[in-house]
């Protein structure tokens, strides 16, 4: 069983940058996936960030690309999210994501098998 925990949001103002912590417990795989999603309010949840839990090509929205980085330490069993530049629309849930598989289709909730509790990004114009 895995599970995971968000941390890390908070209120900013734009232009600001928040780091998102996702703590893993459970058993990982070179298989491994790990993505961020978010979901505003009243909206659908979103793909945002994916990397690979062995390394290799990380995968963004275009929306955040060229402001956000995903990370991970496979040591500590942790992915980040680090978030810059940060504007009103990125005001959302944002959710740490498992994929067991590596789906081809990263960008998809869908592919995820678990997911943590989400922890809420507020960014004021």
């Known amino acids: 069983q895995v599970q995971l925990v968000e941390s890390g949001g908070g209120f900013v103002q734009a232009g600001g940058s928040l780091r998102l912590s996702c703590a893993i417990t459970?058993?990982?795989?070179?298989?491994?996936?790990m993505g961020w999603f978010r979901q505003a309010t009243g909206k659908e949840r979103e793909f945002v960030a994916q990397?690979?839990?062995?390394?290799?090509?990380?995968r963004y929205a275009g929306s955040v690309k060229g402001r956000f980085t995903i990370s991970r330490d496979t040591a500590k069993k942790m992915v980040y999210l680090q978030m810059n530049s940060l504007k009103p629309e990125d005001t959302a849930v944002y959710y740490c994501?498992?994929?067991?598989?590596?789906?081809?289709?990263?960008?998809?909730?869908?592919?995820?098998?678990?997911w943590g509790q989400g922890t809420q990004v507020t960014v004021s114009a």
């Open positions: 459970g058993p990982t795989s070179s298989s491994t996936a």
């Open positions: 994501a498992f994929d067991r598989v590596r789906s081809i289709r990263y960008w998809s909730p869908e592919e995820y098998n678990y």
């Open positions: 990397t690979p839990w062995s390394g290799g090509p990380t």
